[in-house]
């Protein structure tokens, strides 16, 4: 059994920052990659960041030069640092991993609401 969970969300202002966490537990022998998903009101999910076990990174464009994702690989942990937060980065973020075997799970998602 493989547990995801994502913590850190809240609520940020325009042009703050705040750091989103997820960790994984259980029966995790291999770690490919973390990502980083969020659904924003009206629109689907869509990927933010994402990081593999060998460090590569990716993101999207609309947070590129904004957030850094980075992980520790022995805590099965990734972490999503959000600085220059924007209205609409307000949404429901969620940590989804590729392990082993290719077994994938996400999280139960944590709230971002960024507001004045």
């Known amino acids: 059994q493989v547990q995801v969970v994502e913590s850190g969300g809240g609520l940020g202002q325009p042009g703050g920052s705040l750091r989103l966490s997820c960790v994984a537990s259980?029966?995790?022998?291999?770690?490919?990659?973390m990502r980083w998903y969020r659904q924003t009101p009206g629109k689907q999910r869509e990927l933010v960041a994402s990081?593999?076990?060998?460090?590569?990174?990716f993101y999207a464009d609309f947070v590129k030069g904004r957030f850094t994702i980075s992980g520790e690989n022995a805590k099965n942990t990734a972490y999503l640092q959000m600085d220059r937060l924007k209205v609409e980065d307000t949404g429901d973020y969620y940590c989804?991993?590729?392990?082993?075997?290719?077994?994938?799970?996400w999280g139960q998602g944590t709230q971002v609401t960024v507001s004045a």
């Open positions: 989804f991993i590729i392990i082993g075997g290719g077994r994938e799970y």
């Open positions: 990081i593999t076990s060998g460090g590569s990174t």
């Open positions: 259980g029966n995790i022998f291999s770690f490919y990659a």
